[in-house]
Nanobody, 123 residues
């Protein structure tokens, strides 16, 4: 399974971006997908995850109410809509997927990772 993340960029505080992550290869829509991020000098942290049918979503407290995760299984793609961005959202954002299993906020639960896309929020 290969994951290709895109949509990052430079945005002013208060702005919006939408990240996309398309899966290819031996994919399955019956799995959870998630987003993590890593800021300079910090550990990678959980951002959001979505179940295979979109019925269950989880968010980190730091992004709740500002970010929204969704997926289109016909396109093997998961999205992260990021609104009201803050400078502290600056990070490399990674998408990930599990071989099997429900939503999870632990990095170790995910089996495949994309290459990351840079999001920079200026103040």
């Amino acid at each position: 399974v290969q994951l290709q993340a895109s949509g990052g960029g430079l945005v002013q505080a208060g702005g919006s971006l939408r990240l996309s992550c398309q899966a290819s290869g031996r994919t399955s829509s019956a799995n959870a997908m998630g987003w993590f991020r890593q800021a300079p000098g910090k550990e990678r942290e959980f951002v959001s995850t979505i179940s295979w049918n979109g019925g269950t979503t989880l968010y980190a407290n730091s992004v709740k109410g500002r970010f929204s995760i969704s997926r289109d299984n016909a396109k093997n793609t998961v999205y992260l809509q990021m609104n009201s961005l803050k400078p502290e959202d600056t990070a490399v954002y990674y998408c990930a997927t599990r071989r099997v299993g429900a939503v999870a906020n632990l990095e170790s639960a995910y089996d495949y990772w994309g290459q990351g896309t840079q999001v920079t929020v200026s103040s």
